[in-house]
């Protein structure tokens, strides 16, 4: 299996200041016939279900604000909320789905500073 | 509007059964492969079963092979999890999630609120 691992645990950022997470994966989640990467980010709000933000490593799902943006390729990559919210405190995950079983990251915690 | 709707969770003994239903609409069921993901109280997402459109092909996690049967009938929308031989480390809120393809290897586009299974003496 892929693991995936994600870094920080948590973080606290202050309102509109810049939140990062890195996710890592165990092995490549380029597929080099397509040249997409099998990597998605999913934000999952206290007593909600997850939702899905980016898909193919930094293609952002269809109404998610600009300021969520996905980068990396290969075993690395990042998430980045450009100008936090007060609505995006959240766990983020990381997902490969490029081999069964697709596996989550542990998630990060994103709170207000 | 695209939704998931859950139901089946409950109390169940150890050693005891649950099937767990998610009822699809808004979107053409049988043309997309259907996951469920479960989430441990105060823990992360693991991913436990997948299953292609046609119900041909079933993917489990090791944690559940051999306990857990997913099938879907696309007559009725609804996708199913047959859990047997369940164990206190079941205890989850077990998801229902769409995957954005045919075919299993992409992103979950959708997802349901979830049902709870709680495995207690």
């Known amino acids: 299996d892929i693991v995936m691992t994600q870094s920080p645990d948590s973080l606290a950022v202050s309102l509109g200041e810049r939140a990062t997470i890195n996710c890592k994966s165990s092995q490549s989640v380029l597929f080099n016939s397509n040249n997409m990467n099998y990597l998605a980010w999913y934000q999952q709000k206290p007593g909600q279900p997850p939702k899905l933000l980016i898909y193919?490593?930094?293609t952002r799902e269809s109404g998610v604000p600009d300021r969520f943006s996905g980068s990396g390729s290969g075993t690395d990559f990042t998430l980045t909320i450009g100008s936090l919210q007060a609505e995006d405190v959240a766990v983020y995950y990381c997902q490969q789905y490029y081999t069964t079983p697709p596996t989550f990251g542990p998630g990060t915690k994103v709170d207000i500073k | 509007e695209v939704q998931l709707v859950e139901s089946g969770g409950g109390l169940v003994q150890p050693g005891g059964s649950l099937r767990l239903s998610c009822a699809a609409s808004?979107?053409?069921?049988?043309?997309?492969?259907m996951t469920w993901v479960r989430q441990a109280p105060g823990k992360g997402l693991e991913w436990v079963s997948g299953?292609?459109?046609?119900?041909?092909?079933?993917y489990y996690a090791d944690s559940v092979k051999g306990r857990f049967t997913i099938s879907r009938d696309n007559s009725k929308n609804t996708l199913y999890l047959q859990m047997n031989s369940l164990r206190a480390e079941d205890t989850a809120v077990y998801y229902c999630?769409?995957?954005?393809?045919?075919?299993?290897?992409?992103?979950?586009?959708?997802w349901g609120k979830g049902t709870t299974v709680t495995v207690s003496s």
């Open positions: 999630a769409k995957v954005a393809n045919e075919y299993l290897y992409y992103y979950l586009d959708v």
């Open positions: 808004g979107f053409t069921f049988s043309s997309y492969a």
């Open positions: 193919w490593a930094s």
């Open positions: 299953i292609s459109v046609s119900g041909g092909s079933t």
